[in-house]
């Protein structure tokens, strides 16, 4: 029971002034007509757009900020609409490309937005020293991978400059006519390198903090919530609604409760395990969407660190029977790019096969099983990535007769981990940051950063580098093919567990919340009754 009362004792302190006045004030004195309730579940890592790398911290750089181009929510292809640029072009057969500048776009503090702010924070993205798990988003930009690799340190031969006519043009190593698409992504956007020297580590707090987008940054508390506030001064269409309140709530069952209660008018993430009952209600919706649930291999540590045991334990795992305990419509997956994608290999990968996972395992030495070294699951504090671990503890007992441990951490901690020393096998997912295989595929070569296995391959680099300047979708897709077949077949750094479906709960009183395949959740159009 102590846990439960003191989970109430929280609830109490945090959410007891909501609905309580006359005024009908909500939390941080904010009035609740005018304030969307969500809940982002747990703190977000960072707000540096350049250094930040999960989904929690995009939610909220993605309503404070804009880059060049953004994705237009309403239509179902994600097709692209102007944000700071006002149009764009490509010469050269897409592989270089020019964007004009949007003219009286102003920061918060007051200055104008320049082409040379777009450079700047190409430049921080790049610079080693900024250790961005996204710098090799820019890659395929001309001397972009030598500069962040620090075998080039002259940033004006890196193919960013701005013309004689104020635009940004960009040169590219190849053909690359999904380019624009980069430019969605929180890792491209500006930044006001004064703002950064003057206030260090802390010009993410509020206060200190400048951006562009239709919300500005007003309240931090850290591991409770964040407020962020319309920006009156945006140049586009102001945000409907005047404050977003996005509390951090890890229990997903007493979110439901605040929900339920009134207190929340959305929440993005539900137990599985109610998902049955809450499908009945009028408030639920559910959406397919481009992302992966997948467990990692680190492939430094042994006995992973030897393909045949990857590939053993890859083979023990039943996707269907994960996919059926959560029973929230996700799709059994072995191979890498999801469904809804070109790329997808619904046949490919390391199927179910307790004989064949049994066979490889006492090929790799292990007959006598007493002899397998005690390995590690890793995942983050969350009730599904914990059922679906306990799962998977349970199939590798079974089917390999091998033993597991589970270890969960905290959000942010969990991340340092995985930078600093993965577990044995450890939990992730990859949500698309644009509609393409390249975004999935790109993850796990040698040179990025989120690629947290250890595992790299010339072989596969080099298709992930041919793909990119074909011509059409079916050259393309031929070569994903390929590397697939080595990510998941071959070499299993990686074993993919389920494609993945968002589950929500909304409020009537909220109108266009934005549903789409990719989870961008921009608030700016949304409006309450």
């Known amino acids: 029971m102590r846990a439960v009362l003191m989970s109430l004792l929280s609830l109490t302190l945090i959410l007891g002034t909501a609905g309580c006045t006359k005024k009908k004030k909500a939390d941080y004195d904010l009035d609740i007509a005018t304030t969307l309730r969500i809940n982002i579940s747990t703190e977000p890592p960072s707000l540096d757009w350049h250094k930040s790398t999960d989904t929690t911290s995009a939610l909220i750089q993605d309503n404070m900020m804009e880059g060049l181009v953004e994705y237009n929510l309403t239509d179902k292809e994600l097709g692209l609409k102007p944000a700071l640029a006002t149009e764009w072009r490509a010469e050269n057969n897409n592989q270089t490309w020019f964007f004009t500048i949007r003219k009286g ?72 006519a999904y380019f624009p698409y980069l430019l969605t992504h929180h890792s491209t956007f500006p930044v006001r390198l004064d703002v950064i020297a003057k206030h260090g580590d802390q010009w993410i ?49 007493t979110a439901l409760n605040l929900f339920n209660a009134g207190k929340i008018d959305a929440q993005t993430q539900l137990p599985s395990t109610e998902l049955r009952e809450l499908r009945k209600r009028a408030e639920y919706r559910e959406t397919g969407i481009l992302s992966i649930y997948y467990y990692g291999f680190n492939v430094k540590k042994p006995p992973l660190d030897n393909p045949i045991v990857r590939k053993a334990i890859s083979h023990a795992i039943d996707r269907k029977e994960v996919t059926q305990m959560l029973d929230g419509g996700q799709i059994p997956l072995t191979s890498w790019v999801p469904p809804g994608m070109f790329g997808y290999e619904p046949n490919m990968g390391t199927e179910f096969s307790p004989d064949k996972a049994k066979q490889l395992l006492e090929q790799a030495g292990y007959k006598d099983r007493s002899k397998f070294p005690k390995i590690e699951i890793g995942f983050n504090t969350n009730d599904d990535h914990k059922r679906v671990a306990e799962n998977i503890q349970a199939q590798l007992k079974r089917n390999l007769g091998i033993d597991v441990e589970l270890k969960n951490e905290e ?72 590397a697939q077949k080595i990510l998941t077949e071959k070499d299993v750094p990686v074993a993919p567990i389920y494609a993945s479906v968002a589950h929500s709960l909304v409020a009537p009183r909220v109108v266009d919340f934005p549903f789409n395949s990719m989870q961008r959740f921009v608030f700016k159009g949304v409006s309450l009754k």
């Open 411 to 482: 959000w942010k901690v969990y991340l340092k981990s995985l930078k600093t020393d993965p577990p044995h096998i450890f939990r992730l997912g990859w949500l698309a940051d644009y509609p393409d295989p390249d975004n999935f595929l790109n993850l796990m070569t040698s040179y990025s950063e989120n690629n947290h296995t250890r595992w790299g391959s010339k072989e596969f680099d080099d298709l992930i580098a041919k793909a990119v300047g074909l011509a059409t979708q079916e050259m393309r897709a031929q070569v994903y093919t390929e």
């Open 205 to 253: 707090e509020p206060g200190k903090i400048v951006t562009l987008g239709a919300y500005t940054l007003k309240v931090w508390d850290h591991d409770k919530a964040i407020v962020l506030e319309r920006n009156e001064g945006y140049y586009g269409e102001k945000a409907k609604t005047k404050h977003i309140l996005a509390y951090m709530i890890n229990e997903l069952s």
């Open 105 to 176: 776009v102003k920061w918060t503090d007051g200055q104008e937005l320049t082409a040379q702010q777009f450079i700047d924070g190409w430049q921080r993205l790049l610079t080693p020293a900024t250790a961005a798990e996204y710098a090799y988003f820019l890659y395929g930009i001309k001397n972009a991978r030598p500069f962040n690799e620090g075998k080039l340190t002259d940033f004006s031969q890196v193919g960013v400059s701005v013309t004689d006519k104020g635009e940004l043009k960009v040169e590219l190593t190849s053909p690359t």
